[in-house]
Antibody, heavy 122, light 109 residues
């Protein structure tokens, strides 16, 4: 059973960089035809896809965040990470990491982390 | 704004059938996936592909698609099905971008 766990600071100051790591257990991050994604959810609002990475390092980002987002992968640690720069209060949200299957006509997140709340405040 | 459109709220009487819909151009080419989210919890995948349920998801959940509309049907809704439901797919640009619907709050009466 694959498990994902987010970790990182719960409080970030405005204009600084938000950094989170997702640790994958129960399977290798390099196995299978899976991507690894970040998704966020402001309080009381819907889900927003942030981006995804393949273990080759290939990435795709939400155009609305692309200028500020970097997703990276460390296969030796079975981890992938999110960096979001120049944060504002609008970036306050629960951040989830998830495993993504993206096939010919299918696209779904089958395993999710429990989520971590990141608050942007001075 | 989301490229996938969902009704904000739907209600169903206990034991009855309810359909939650998701509209978007990308659904003409890609199947939607559906997620159930209860307060304070992470989303859970309930339907993916043409009509597939992950292990542990009750068979009262089913999915279908026609044109630009995907549907999640709950046949015989239970009290524990009260939750927010989100659809998801690739965007219509073909650039491997993900997109979520705005979510539907399901109330079981």
């Amino acid at each position: 059973q694959v498990q994902l766990q987010e970790s990182g600071p719960g409080l970030v100051k405005p204009s600084q960089t938000l950094s989170l790591t997702c640790t994958v257990s129960g399977g290798s991050i390099s196995s299978g035809s899976y991507y690894w994604s970040w998704i966020r959810q402001p309080a009381g609002k819907g889900l927003e896809w942030i981006g995804r990475i393949y273990t080759s390092g290939s990435t795709n980002y939400n155009p609305s965040l692309k200028s500020r987002v970097t997703i990276s992968v460390d296969t030796s640690k079975n981890q992938f990470s999110l960096k979001l720069s120049s944060v504002t209060a609008a970036d306050t949200a629960v951040y989830y990491c998830a495993r993504l299957y993206s096939g010919y006509d299918e696209y779904y997140f089958d395993y999710w982390g429990q989520g971590t709340l990141v608050t942007v405040s001075s | 704004s989301s490229e996938l459109t969902q009704d904000p709220a739907v209600s169903v009487a206990l034991g009855q059938t309810v359909r939650i819909t998701c509209q978007g151009d990308s659904l003409r080419s890609y199947y939607a996936s559906w997620y159930q989210q209860k307060p304070g919890q992470a989303p859970v995948l309930v339907i993916y592909g043409k009509n597939n349920r992950p292990s542990g998801i009750p068979d009262r959940f089913s999915g279908s698609s026609s044109g630009n509309t995907a549907s999640l049907t709950i046949t015989g809704a239970q009290a524990e099905d009260e939750a927010d439901y989100y659809c998801n797919s690739r965007d219509s640009s073909g650039n491997h971008l993900g997109v979520f619907g705005g979510g539907t709050k399901l109330t079981v009466l």
